[in-house]
């Protein structure tokens, strides 16, 4: 195996042996070839697109086998081995199609395109060519790398939207256009950075997608104070990102005497409209994923992972998780469902009734819910203590939290910045502070959480906002800094997002990705100002010294 796509990779460079997240070296190796034969798919989709005819199974098939290697989403060999032999169908299916329909495939040649294996044991040796290792050339490497990252991270927002029903051709043309340019030799450097941008681009656009299904189905997030205590009722927990499965589980536990708490990424679901309204719904149980160790023990009832992260799990409460979507690990029981995607969660329920209620762990209550809509609301607010220095800068502090010890830079970082700053953040990065007691100014919380990584969308149009409401030019002569914490490919994703809108200056920590090259990180350095962390006396004197 060579896997070197989180911030974790072993050494710097890479996890070989068996991934620093727990995947095996098998599950590792299937993922590389499942991905590979989705490019192949995707050279015969594209052209079922162009002929016209309908792609949307083979587009979903496509989106969810990205969305089931991202980091902590499937850790299940089966699963893997399902699927490249399904992928294999589909591709023929697909090509017979597209010959069915009149179109010449003959230009299509790539291994990808025709390669293919019956047996697990083929499979596995396939991905030595299949893998990044193969690409000689490091900065092509690279870069082809950056790219299907990101597009992972797109597919798993993508993925989200349309469990909603939102969908959009143009998104997944462009997510199999980029997955087969990775397997064009013809590309220059300055073509895949080309190719790198419009990622970013397609990024805002599946963000947008996701923000406008999440908000029409469920009502813009609104500032909440969300209960981090427990009730004396038995519970489910929901982890993850799908607001759809959220909305299926609330409904279904009502009036049931089983309670529901979120954990890590599904916090901001207290945040909606549609959910505040469930009494049973609880609060938030616990922080962020790679802590699932010791709070899924102590939660006592049942556990749903919609999604990532999911961490190989203990003994002692293996039992109770249960999954669904993309996520999977060999001997977890899946969540039943109907062909239409509705869950059942009857077997959960009454499992939950069976189980002690969550043994507490803290108290109190933390404030969230400041997407766009809550934040433009309180636009003059804003914008007046902007005015009259009560607020001097904005630090960006979105991304992802993680089990590295080096990450407490984050903490010490929040709780050092200065009290007329103000944190902006998304993604799972906020458990590093959202905690802590850092005040308000003038009645603006000093953390201002919008919500999961994917509304880090929301983030981008606040800045855009403040660059219209103070006739900025360019959204860099904002006051605000970009620390930006990372994990997974959604984070990827995220980074391109902002990039492809002009940020300049953004940080990335704890490490910068292991998959980008020297010259890459030149590229990204002298377009686009990405820097690392360093400390954070030496970095917050970098940032506060920046205008
Ligand atoms: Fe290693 Fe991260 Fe890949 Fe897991 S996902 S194998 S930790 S690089
Ligand atoms: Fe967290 Fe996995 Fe990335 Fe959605 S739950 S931000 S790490």
Redesign the pocket.
């Known amino acids: 195996m060579f896997?070197?796509?989180?911030q974790?990779?072993?050494k710097g460079t890479?996890?070989t042996v068996r991934?620093?997240?727990g995947?095996t070296s098998d599950v590792?190796n299937l993922q590389d070839v499942l991905i590979y034969i989705l490019k192949g798919v995707s050279f015969y989709n594209l052209e079922a697109k162009k002929a016209g005819l309908n792609t949307n199974k083979v587009d979903k098939f496509i989106t969810d086998g990205l969305f089931a290697t991202i980091?902590n989403a499937n850790f299940d060999k089966a699963v893997f081995v399902d699927r490249i032999k399904k992928a294999i169908e589909l591709r023929e299916e697909t090509k017979a199609a597209v010959i069915k329909a009149g179109v010449n495939v003959d230009h299509i040649t790539h291994d990808a395109a025709h390669w293919t294996g019956n047996t697990v044991e083929e499979f596995e040796a396939k991905a030595a060519e299949a893998g990044y290792l193969a690409i000689e050339n490091e900065d092509v490497r690279s870069l082809r790398s950056l790219i299907v990252f990101g597009v992972k991270g797109l597919a798993a927002y993508v993925e989200h939207a349309y469990n909603l029903k939102y969908e959009d051709d143009e998104i997944y043309t462009f997510m199999q256009t980029a997955l087969v340019e990775t397997l064009n030799d013809k590309l220059t450097a300055d073509d895949l950075v080309a190719l790198t941008m419009k990622a970013g681009e397609t990024g805002v656009k599946a963000m947008a997608l996701l923000d406008t299904a999440n908000t029409s189905t469920y009502g813009n997030p609104e500032i909440t104070k969300v209960n981090i205590g427990v009730k004396n009722n038995p519970a489910i927990l929901i982890s993850g990102h799908d607001l759809r499965d959220m909305e299926q589980l609330l409904e279904q536990t009502e009036g049931t005497g089983v309670d529901v708490y979120t954990h890590s990424e599904m916090l901001p679901a207290n945040y909606y409209p549609a959910f505040k309204k469930y009494s049973h719904f609880v609060g938030n149980y616990g922080n962020a994923w790679w802590k699932q160790d010791k709070e899924f023990e102590t939660f006592n009832g049942p556990i749903v992972m919609t999604t990532n992260c999911l961490v190989p799990p203990k003994d002692v409460y293996k039992d109770r998780v249960y999954t669904t979507g993309a996520v999977g690990f060999e001997g977890l029981k899946r969540v039943k469902e109907n062909a239409d995607g509705i869950k059942d969660f009857t077997e959960i329920i009454e499992h939950a009734k069976k189980c002690a209620a969550p043994t507490e762990i803290e108290r109190g209550e933390i404030i969230g819910g400041f997407a766009h809509e809550q934040v433009f609301a309180l636009a003059d607010k804003v914008v007046d203590a902007v005015k009259s220095g009560a607020i001097k800068r904005f630090f960006v502090m979105a991304g992802c939290d993680g089990r590295m010890k080096s990450r407490d830079y984050y903490t010490e970082f929040a709780e050092k910045l200065p009290k007329d700053t103000v944190i902006l953040t998304a993604g799972c990065a906020k458990y590093k502070y959202n905690k802590l007691d850092l005040g308000d100014i003038g009645g603006i919380p000093r953390v201002l959480d919008a919500g999961q990584c994917n509304d880090s969308y929301s983030l981008a149009l606040i800045a855009l906002k403040l660059k219209e409401v103070f006739e900025l030019n360019d959204i860099n002569e904002l006051p605000i800094s970009y620390n930006i914490a990372w994990y997974e490919q959604k984070a990827v994703i995220v980074l391109l997002a902002l990039l492809y809108l002009g940020v300049k200056n953004i940080h990335l920590g704890p490490t910068l990705p292991a998959f980008l090259s020297p010259n890459v990180v030149n590229v990204l350095v002298e377009n686009f100002g990405i820097g690392g962390i360093t400390n954070v006396e030496d970095d917050m004197a970098m940032f506060l010294g920046a205008t």
Not at 3 to 6: D, L, M, S
């Open positions: 896997c070197h796509q989180c974790e990779a072993a890479g996890c991934g620093v997240c995947k590792a980091t």
